[in-house]
């Protein structure tokens, strides 16, 4: 659906860590001006009203969802662009788990591929692996952890599609691979990793500015050997990602890392896979079975295999399990990622930046979602009564 060249999105609008009522004026795709306590006789004919106004939120960790899996399949990440701003997403990194060296190539044309695709933006790829710890590898292929080489590493710096990538400090080259990272402009990412305190903080100084799923897949917090989960909690470079289902981590970790790192160093992280938003059953990570019970997603040996979460949810119980205000809690789903990935004109609601928007109602469920100056999804009337 089309609107007119110029509307306003009208509601209580996300500014730097407050709700503010305002108006955002959207012109050619960019949000033009943002008005505070705007007259009606001052906007524009069309509007859009929302109880909240919230910069569309952003995923780095998406493995999947509705029903498929992020992979060589050029269709399924066009699924998901278009069934991702019904959970308020407008922006995500499709994410792969590690993978043998000759799907990578197949991944990066099925990427270019779904370029095309409408609905949420496709920002670039997250390669969670292959240089992990073989000790922390959660749900990923063993083989394909060991099998990782310095000619892999090579060839997936050189895609330039790729934005993200999760790996151990610890591993031989581990620190020059984060410094390589660095140099080509791609986030490092610190993650499944049986890194030593002091081991993580020596990935941080490389270059390494996130945590990935802080305590999932990493050495665990002992008082006397803090670990990468003590680590990532004290060292303020490090933004750590935070996957809020109450499964992953018991919502008291939430709390503690609320306190700890404060909503300017926590980016939500979904790490959906192909059943979120689906009923339980069996679906695929990474080409490997899970079963999911609508609660949790496994492999059949009982390993926890991405979550069933989405955003707005995610967004819901950390405002429910923590002490983060609700204005909070929407930063660290838009501007904390958008900072992360060095993005300045996503994640804000500021004169200049694109007019990617998500409209709450009181409860923060989805009501609508804008993607560049158009709405991509719109919640029914009937569905606003008693969800």
Not at 144 to 171: G, Y
Not at 178 to 197: C, K, M, P, V, Y
Not at 319 to 325: G, M, N
């Amino acid at each position: 659906e089309m609107r007119g060249e110029t509307f306003a999105v009208v509601g209580a609008l996300l500014l730097g860590n407050s709700l503010v009522p305002g108006a955002a004026i959207v012109r050619d795709g960019r949000i033009a001006e943002v008005l505070r306590d705007p007259r009606p006789e001052s906007l524009p004919s069309d509007v859009l009203k929302a109880e909240i106004v919230s910069p569309g939120l952003i995923d780095l960790q998406v493995n999947g969802g509705f029903g498929v899996d992020v992979g060589e399949d050029p269709e399924a990440l066009r699924q998901l662009a278009a069934h991702l701003p019904e959970t308020g997403v407008t922006a995500f990194l499709p994410t792969i788990i590690s993978s043998p060296a000759e799907h990578y190539p197949r991944v990066f044309a099925a990427f270019a591929a779904a370029q095309d695709a409408s609905g949420a933006r496709m920002l670039g790829l997250h390669l969670e692996g292959p240089f992990l710890a073989p000790a922390r590898k959660g749900a990923h292929p063993l083989a394909c952890i060991e099998a990782a080489s310095d000619d892999l590493f090579a060839t997936l710096i050189a895609e330039p599609s790729v934005r993200l990538m999760t790996l151990a400090p610890e591993r031989p080259g581990g620190l020059e691979r984060i410094r390589q990272l660095r140099e080509r402009g791609i986030l490092a990412s610190l993650g499944h990793t049986d890194a030593d305190l002091e081991t993580f903080v020596a990935g941080v100084d490389a270059g390494a500015a996130m945590a990935t799923h802080l305590y999932n897949a990493m050495s665990p917090f002992g008082h006397r050997a803090p670990g990468a989960i003590g680590a990532a909690l004290v060292d303020d470079r490090i933004t750590i990602g935070l996957i809020a289902d109450g499964v992953h981590s018991h919502p008291a970790s939430l709390q503690l890392a609320v306190r700890a790192k404060g909503p300017e160093r926590i980016a939500l992280v979904t790490d959906m896979m192909a059943a979120a938003g689906m009923p339980p059953g069996r679906y695929t990570l990474g080409g490997q079975e899970v079963i999911t019970d609508g609660v949790a997603a496994r492999l059949p040996n009982g390993t926890l295999a991405g979550a069933v979460l989405t955003m707005d949810a995610a967004i819901r119980n950390i405002i429910r399990w923590t002490e983060a205000t609700p204005a909070e809690a929407l930063r660290m789903a838009t501007e904390i990622p958008a900072r992360l990935l060095g993005m300045s004109d996503l994640g804000r609601i500021a004169a200049g930046a694109e007019a990617d928007l998500t409209l709450f109602d009181r409860e923060l469920r989805v009501v609508a979602t804008i993607v560049g100056g158009r709405v991509v999804y719109q919640r029914k009337e009937e569905e606003r009564g008693g969800r």
